[in-house]
């Protein structure tokens, strides 16, 4: 199965040279599409919709087999939208009005200040220096900076990939753990999986540090159910935190690493940060607009600023303020490239639903938890939502494939809509830990060497155990004493 990366590393390398073009996986895409296209609809479903269907779903199988980068397939499709005559053009190009796109685009812009101005990498430093004594506290203190930067950083690979793992890095050579030599299990195998499955966590606790999330929540607008920044936030803090805590000890428990005492690494902290020098005043306007923006998330609403509204006001500080200047939004690749690729997933998903298959295919899979109540349908489904990740190599790609069909599934088998969006949101990261291609910052951290594929594999499915337990447990819970069901 191709690795296919999320977000901000998945299609930062575009090229249109012919020699990219992996034509079997093209082929496939194709005969997908075209198949779906001469089955023809099945009573109750009109043309437009079912020829919709089968460029969606070609769609699809093309972002997790990747014969073409996303944006290049996005474009072709929306094309072929307009020419068969599925879509008039003004409804291809919906998508692209959307304020949840522009929200997630702005952030790609704000998490570039963080990165440029090398705050995320003090404060990581800053967190090894205080809680660096211990490997496990070392551990807590990476994910704690992963926390911190989470909310403006839509892209996990890049939070985890760029800003996380080079300082995991060099802390485990540090300490002599390097990768195929037999020293992998001193730090560097722990260090390495307790931050990309930290990461997962963080991921699904804020609805801007995953580039799919504003997705889910753009699909579950589309089936009336309003999900506020403040509102996904305060419903995956409880089980979020304690997903933060207890995974950690579980990795320490059962892969924990041979050197358990790490006094070296404040001193490294010390003089690394001492190499960054004092705060600079592009920092300074950096933290100053972060605290703007996280305020305005929180409390926006009550003033009528809203989500995207705020992160535009933030990025504007950061360009008057020349934290960011034009060349650097000109640069960013990655946020051009999921504004169109978004763009696409979402007017087409939206179409599916408005065009009546989204609630004919709820129905068909409603059948196979009709009896159940509500609370049991939602466990299965959750459960199945999550594992069946294993055939995806694309956060996105699965989210955009499944989310609205279990959401319309669950809510037609009776679970609170609100409640259903936001645990399929949150399953929408969390189900990443399972394997070393499910999720953008895996690659990135398995292809270091650390850990072997066994126990990657063998590691992450326990953890989703853990998840299933916390998030269906104390997340139930936390949910009721919110009243969403």
Known sequence: MAVNEQAHDSQTH??????????TPLLLTLIVGVVIWLIGPPAGIEPKAWHLLAIFVATIVGFICKPLPMGSLSVISMTLLIITGTLTTQETLAGFSNTTIW????????????????????????????????????????????????????SNTARAGGIIFPIVRSLAEAFGSRPGDGTERKVGSFL??????????????????????????????????????????????????IS??????????????EIKETPGARQMAID????????????????FVFFIILLLWIFGEKIGIDATATALIGLSLLLATNVLNWEDIKNEKAAWDTL??????????????????????SQQISQSVSGMSW?????????????VHYLFASSTAHVSAMYPAFLAVA???????????????????????????????APVLFGSGYVSQGKWWSIGFCISVLHMIIWFGAGMIWWKLLGFY
């Not at 690394?272 to 933290?287: A, C, H, T, W, Y």
């Not at 609370?375 to 594992?387: D, E, P, R, S």
């Not at 809510?411 to 499910?438: E, K, Q, R, V």
């Open 192 to 241: 390495t999986l307790t931050c990309f499955q930290g990461n997962m966590i963080t991921s699904a606790m804020f609805m801007t540090a995953m580039a799919a999330n504003p997705l889910a929540v753009s699909f579950a607008k589309a089936a009336g159910i309003e999900i506020t920044w403040g509102g996904w936030l305060l419903a995956a803090l409880l089980p979020g935190i």
């Open 103 to 154: 929200l997630i685009v702005a952030a790609f812009f704000i998490s570039r200040g963080f990165i440029k101005t090398g705050l995320g990498t003090r404060i990581a430093y800053l967190f090894v220096r205080l809680f660096g004594k211990k490997t496990l506290g070392l551990s807590y203190s990476l994910i704690l900076c992963d926390f911190i930067l989470a909310p403006a950083t839509p």
């Open 340 to 361: 169109i690729w978004f763009a696409a997933l979402v007017m087409m998903a939206t179409q599916l639903n408005t065009l009546g298959l989204i609630p004919w295919v």
């Open 14 to 23: 575009d090229s249109s040279a012919p020699s990219d073009i992996r034509w």
């Open 411 to 441: 809510i037609h088998a009776g679970a609170p809509g609100m409640l259903a969006a936001l645990l399929f949101g949150f399953f929408g990261n969390l189900f990443g830990s399972t394997t070393h291609y499910g999720a953008g910052p």
């Open 244 to 257: 933060l805590i207890v995974i950690p000890l579980f990795i320490y428990k059962v892969y924990g690493p």
């Open 272 to 287: 690394k940060l001492k190499e960054l020098g004092p705060v600079k005043r592009s920092e300074k306007n950096m933290i």
């Open 375 to 387: 609370l049991t349908a939602l466990i299965v489904l959750g459960a199945g939502y999550y594992y």
